[in-house]
């Protein structure tokens, strides 16, 4: 059975805080997962940059 990877263009649909805490329990369980991306996303919730449910996330606006 292979991992759960949520695409890239669900990210923004679903939030970005939602992602990273995906992203967290995954590091959790697996050693040697890189932490540049959940950082990236940490920084992007602490901003409020959630994606579709905010108005902001990778991209500038979502309309």
């Known amino acids: 059975m292979g991992d ?3 695409p ?5 649909v ?3 805080d ?3 805490d ?3 329990h995954f590091a ?9 991306p959940r950082q ?3 920084t992007y919730a602490e901003e409020g940059r959630l994606g579709v449910k905010s108005g ?3 991209y500038a606006d979502h309309r």
Do not use: D
């Not at 890239?8 to 923004?12: E, G, S, V, Y």
């Not at 959790?28 to 540049?36: K, L, Y």
């Open 4 to 6: 759960f990877v949520v």
């Open 8 to 12: 890239n263009t669900a990210r923004p």
């Open 14 to 16: 679903i939030g970005l």
């Open 18 to 20: 939602v992602v990273l």
């Open 22 to 24: 995906i992203e967290e």
């Open 28 to 36: 959790a369980t697996r050693p040697g997962v890189p932490a540049e």
């Open 40 to 42: 990236l996303l940490r």
């Open 56 to 58: 902001r996330g990778f």
